[in-house]
DNA sequence: GACTTGCGTTGACGTGGATCAACCCGGATC
DNA sequence: GATCCGGGTTGATCCACGTCAACGCAAGTC
């Protein structure tokens, strides 16, 4: 183990290929070498698709790799003993999951596919190996850990300092940039998770997200389906998120 | 750069030697051969104790290093255009702090000292040159990076779940936890942070944090002088914590 | 020892969002 | 097309906690 030869080279394996795939720029390659890649790519084993709930990790479960969506999207939560649950993150196409299983090499999160949703398996000693051999990958590594670090910091703010109406339009423009990202409309898209799922995140009851989709569609900022959203006035929805408060400084 | 001898070995640094350093169990190089932590301690560049409320780095500042308390206790906190701030944690004796600088190369933190601290510079650059060299410096990063998420995700949980009681107990319980593990009472300490502070921390009102304060007082759990705090009965503030429900199951 | 300053406490009061409960609706099943 | 079912909506009510305001007290500072 260690060498550069690892597995050959399937035909199934190709067509998880980095290269060809469409998330090239989103997923974990970004600003990598092309022999970085190679080798990375190489790595990665197929899997089958994951069912609508189905659990692709669960707590306790040994951790051996970290996981990009492919298509669809996965929900991650933590469980205390009495069953109580908090949703954690939402995974998106070209998004990673499984860092909740890097210390003690245990999860300590449950993945669960919110739709049909397939992903590639990075094997975690693969990358640790490359990390070794090129400091591009290591260095992609500790930035991509510190933003997952960033982005829960951000969002211990949202739940210590904000109000419903403040994180659920944070949340909303949240998913609208990731769909943009990935060159999806950022106005118009189809929530993949229930209202349950989103209070949750957010530290709000079901009830609330439901009065709030009503109000902001009142209010004609957006307007609201069942999961289909259209966001009408994205302007009006960062002014909630601002607080109201400063930032008319710059303009 | 890169080879062996990095510097003359000098006497403030022998002063700081993580061998001789009582924290030495805490810190970075748990778990790691004598060959790692003798390169990684001649890394280490001798810093002047910060004064209370002096701040080590702010955001926006280039990230160059990983910090290790020494002696004091450091609050880390983000804060947002409008100059509303978060705090997301306190860095109390043997523990790290610098971790929110690893995406992007620039602190997103202030890191401020709660009273007069020193700490340990760990240059980046060498750590990441020594965990080319040796996995084991590797592994305990990424172990370390793991767990300051899965850290992050437990208070996500707290802010969204848990009640004022609740993350008030949940608060001292942890810092008597960290007490403990560097042999200090953990029943009976100095708070180096003030009402406010733990009050933003929890996600609360400072005046909401002393009225528990005297409730728990009141009802026996514990003592409080201003800022020493004395716990008497430890298994009920857990049972706070736990929320009543459940847990009796194992009992 | 008077004066300030900052932190902490305590009380009175108002409210944002949780809770409880009823109902609605779209989709699956037969 | 009747039945069921889970998710979503809406309304009525309640309460935990924030807010505002007054006050206490320790530690400087002159």
Known sequence: MGGPEQKPVDVAQLALSCKNCSLAELCLPRGLEAAEIDRLQRAIAPRRPLQR??????????????????????????????????????????????????????????????????????????????????PGLQREMCSLLGREINEEQNMLLLLAKRTAEERLASFLLSLSARYRRRGYSDTEFILSMSRHDIANYLGLAPETISRLFSRLSADGLLSVDRRHVRIHDRDQLRELVEGSVGLRLEA
């Open 53 to 134: 709930g189905a659990a692709l990790y669960r707590p306790g479960d040994r951790f051996h790799a970290l996981y990009a969506v492919k298509s669809g999207t996965m929900k991650s939560l933590i469980t205390t003993r009495d069953g109580e649950e908090q949703v954690v993150g939402f995974h998106m196409p070209g998004e990673l999951l499984g860092l909740d299983g890097l210390h003690h090499e245990k999860h300590t999160c449950t993945a669960v596919a919110l739709e049909r949703t397939t992903v590639c398996e990075l094997p975690f000693s693969q990358i640790e190996a490359i990390c070794r051999d090129y």
